[in-house]
Nanobody
Framework: QLQLVESGGGLVQPGGSLRLSCAAS????????IGWFRQTPGKEREGVSY????????GYADSVKGRFTISRDNAKNTVALQMNSLKPEDTAVYYC???????????????????WGQGTQVTVSS
């Protein structure tokens, strides 16, 4: 069974850091571009960051540029999202998603991806 599993979420104070991980099960990530999304109740899923299958191409939402860093380790079959200088407005459920493609031009659109993880909650609060 092909699965993506997110981990690393939790409660953190404003200004703190978290590192999310997206691990693949049942397949290898080498041929997949990966996106990170987040969602809060009543709002649409928002594209946060993206990385191409090779790791050579990536993107960030304006709201997280300079604070979040995406990376991948194909040998470990994982993609990470390092989140620094967290703000209360970063609070959301974070999802990773995979598309079997080298790149995703419209990476912010959830419909571009083939399958999704179950999500991990990130709460930024004092």
């Amino acid at each position: 069974q092909l699965q993506l599993v997110e981990s690393g979420g939790g409660l953190v104070q404003p200004g703190g850091s978290l590192r999310l991980s997206c691990a693949a099960s049942g397949f290898t990530l080498d041929d997949y571009a990966i996106g990170w999304f987040r969602q809060t109740p009543g709002k649409e899923r928002e594209g946060v960051s993206y990385i191409s299958s090779s790791g050579g191409n990536f993107g960030y939402a304006d709201s997280v540029k300079g604070r979040f860093t995406i990376s991948r380790d194909n040998a470990k079959n994982t993609v990470a999202l390092q989140m620094n200088s967290l703000k209360p407005e970063d609070t959301a459920v974070y999802y990773c998603a995979a598309k079997r493609s080298a790149r995703v031009l419209l990476w912010r659109f959830p419909g571009q991806y083939n399958f999704w993880g179950q999500g991990t909650q990130v709460t930024v609060s004092s």
